[in-house]
């Protein structure tokens, strides 16, 4: 299964306060990364949330896999700031993706969010994603090809060139169809994850129904 994580601050409070802390979350995410299996394809740390978009060989480890990356880190944030409390949210949100169509659309959804909040103009200039690995060949140990990436062209130079425009120029899936969805794909890929797992692929919005519903 490929899934789409968010991890997010307790009470939406800041987890990086420096480029230090920031650093250290990545490395403690590339040590359990190869020790659980994972291919992590696109990723994102934002001040108090994290987006990652990693294909599970295990499925059933990706809970503890979470835990090990938040607690990890939750022991060195308190040792550095003297925390008291809950770091992170006690539990993280994870979406399934369709990998053959959707990848490459929640890679860009993701790398895009620096964007989106306001703090940068461009993704290039946003140091903490996997975006200028993919689209100016930058070195990122934590990152595994992603396939459709892969699959753009033969020849490198061209396959940047071609993320860079695919990232500028085509439709962005909706922050609220992100936030809201246990499954992102297409009709038929909709329909088989709700089947095999027996739920509604978007969640209910929250308060009382409609009266005209």
Known sequence: MLYHIVSRGNNREPVFNDRKDFEKYLE?????KDRYEFKLYHWVLMNNHVHLLLQAQ???LLSKFMMKIDLSYFFIFQSKYGYVGHLFQNRFKSTIINCDAYLLQCGKYI???PVRAGMIAAPEDYPFSSYRHYAYGAN???VSMDPVYAGL???????????REFV???ALISTEKARRSLFIGGEDFMLRMEKEFGVAGE?????RPSKNK
């Open 153 to 163: 062209s033969d020849e490198e130079d061209r396959r940047r060139k071609l993320y």
């Open 168 to 170: 500028v120029d085509s």
């Open 111 to 113: 790398e895009l969010n």
């Open 58 to 60: 295990k499925p059933d």
């Open 140 to 142: 990122d140990r934590l």
């Open 28 to 32: 403690i995410c590339k040590r359990y």
């Open 203 to 207: 969640l209910r919005p929250r308060g």
